[in-house]
């Protein structure tokens, strides 16, 4: 926070568990309650500022899931083991999010059709591209997931829509 910022005082009660998390965090050298709490509220602002954005909310999203793919490619290192399928659920699952979060601010009613269905669209596609991803990694006897064998009787269902979709297209219309 700029120190040249004009501040407004507040008060306010916290419970006990919230003081102690607080007190326990290190925000680039606060060391007050009140310079915490001044840097809680900035961040938050910020946050919500700038996710508005597809780019940007793909990027956050990204961040905040960095900790957790992390530990994953360490544990995997250490296992010698590796998943496609935590790879592209990873890649493909904080855009479908962030596209979501994007659309917060519909547009003037006379276009708020085709919002919905840009909206729906882009969502399908993303959707699509994990159902498909996921149906590639159970091409092989042995999926490229930490459980060789996790796909086994998983994609049965979508087979058979598939193949009832496929029947429909096909079949001559009444």
């Given at each position: 926070m700029?120190d040249t910022?004009?501040?407004?005082?507040?008060s306010?009660?916290?419970?006990?568990?919230?003081?102690e998390?607080?007190?326990?965090?290190s925000?680039?050298?606060k060391?007050?309650?009140?310079?915490?709490?001044r840097?809680?509220?900035s961040?938050f602002?910020?946050y919500?500022?700038?996710?508005g954005?597809?780019?940007?909310?793909v990027?956050?999203?990204?961040?905040?899931g960095e900790?957790?793919?992390?530990?994953?490619r360490?544990?995997?290192?250490?296992?010698k083991?590796?998943?496609?399928?935590?790879?592209?659920?990873?890649?493909?699952?904080?855009q479908?999010i962030?596209?979501?979060?994007?659309?917060?601010?519909?547009?003037?009613?006379k276009?708020?059709?085709?919002?919905?269905?840009e909206?729906?669209e882009?969502l399908?596609?993303?959707?699509?591209r994990?159902?498909?991803?996921?149906?590639?990694?159970?091409?092989?006897?042995?999926?490229?997931t930490?459980?060789?064998r996790?796909?086994?009787?998983?994609l049965?269902?979508?087979?058979e829509l598939?193949?009832?979709?496929?029947?429909?297209?096909?079949s001559?219309?009444?």
């Open positions: 700029n910022t004009k501040t407004v005082p507040i306010g009660r916290i419970s006990q568990d919230d003081y998390f607080l007190m326990q965090q925000f680039g050298g060391v007050t309650a009140s310079e915490k709490l840097f809680v509220a961040f602002r910020q919500h500022e700038h996710f954005t597809y780019a940007e909310g990027e956050e999203l990204n961040r905040i900790p957790a793919r992390k530990n994953l360490q544990l995997e290192m250490k296992q083991v590796h998943s496609d399928l935590i790879d592209m659920a990873a890649h493909l699952l904080p479908a962030a596209y979501l979060a994007s659309r917060q601010d519909p547009p003037a009613d276009e708020e059709l085709p919002y919905l269905l909206t729906e882009k399908l596609s993303i959707l699509l994990v159902i498909e991803q996921t149906l590639r990694l159970g091409l092989t006897r042995e999926a490229p930490y459980n060789p996790l796909l086994d009787d998983k049965e269902t979508i087979s598939v193949g009832l979709i496929s029947e429909r297209d096909h001559p219309n009444p």
